[in-house]
């Protein structure tokens, strides 16, 4: 399982010290922060530096931590037809267990032959560091083909003209049957030929 080593100069790790161990202890936090390198995929992305608003309610569990809330920001893209450029409002709810590491080490042994494990968070000397998960929640909140609009029509493929745009309604090309291409393509030597035959 890989595991940073939570950085308590990092805004996304929290002191949880004042949770104590004691099921029911809560607090809420709630911050603007900056979004981190890869907050996102290769097609939809919250950029970096951008803001990352997060509403939490931080709960002691027996397992450890629970974290829950919600994660808003804005993501930008291109839409997957047209690639007009886009922005999209990111709203997800995230819960998740960050586990004391004696309880993650029980789960440890209890996954040791699963062949897909669980990802594990854990409570880190007293800190959590909320990076990871919020970053999993986000990427699976984009989607995954964005589109400009409800059947965008995207752009051709002859040409790249966008056939959304109202002049390009009968956009069209004239296709040549391929097996006529290469005669085609001898223009007036093959009409030459054709009229000789002809005589």
Same mark, same amino acid.
């Given at each position: +399982?890989?595991? %940073?080593?939570?950085? !308590?100069? =990092? ?14 202890? +809560? %607090? ?13 995929? *290769? ?11 997060? =509403?939490?309610?931080?709960? &002691?569990? +027996?397992?450890?931590? @629970?974290?829950?809330? /919600?994660?808003?920001?804005? $993501?930008?893209? #291109?839409? $997957? %037809? ?13 819960? #998740? /267990?960050?586990? @004391? ?10 996954? $040791?032959?699963?062949?897909?494990? *669980?990802?594990?968070? /854990?409570?880190?000397? #007293? ?12 990427? +699976?909140?984009? !989607? ?32 040549? *049957?391929?097996?006529?291409? &290469?005669?085609? &393509? ?14």
């Amino acid at each position: +399982m890989d595991h %940073r080593t939570p950085d !308590p100069r =990092d805004p996304f790790v929290l002191d949880v010290h004042d949770l104590g161990r004691s099921p029911g202890s +809560m %607090r809420t936090f709630e911050a603007t922060l900056e979004a981190p390198a890869g907050f996102g995929t *290769d097609i939809v992305t919250v950029p970096q530096g951008s803001s990352v608003h997060l =509403d939490l309610r931080l709960e &002691a569990v +027996m397992e450890g931590v @629970y974290v829950s809330g /919600l994660v808003t920001a804005d $993501a930008v893209g #291109e839409c $997957a %037809r047209c690639l007009t450029e886009l922005e999209i409002d990111v709203d997800v709810d995230v819960a #998740e /267990l960050f586990v @004391y590491p004696e309880r993650a080490a029980a789960a440890a042994e209890e996954q $040791a032959e699963d062949e897909n494990p *669980d990802e594990v968070y /854990l409570v880190d000397n #007293e800190l959590i560091d909320l990076e990871p998960p919020l970053r999993d929640a986000v990427v +699976m909140a984009l !989607p995954f083909s964005p589109l400009c609009r409800p059947g965008c029509k995207g752009l051709c493929s002859e040409c790249g003209a966008d056939l959304n745009e109202p002049e390009n309604a009968d956009h069209s090309h004239e296709i040549l *049957d391929p097996r006529w291409k &290469a005669l085609a &393509a001898l223009g007036g030597d093959a009409d030459d030929a054709a009229d000789g035959s002809a005589r």
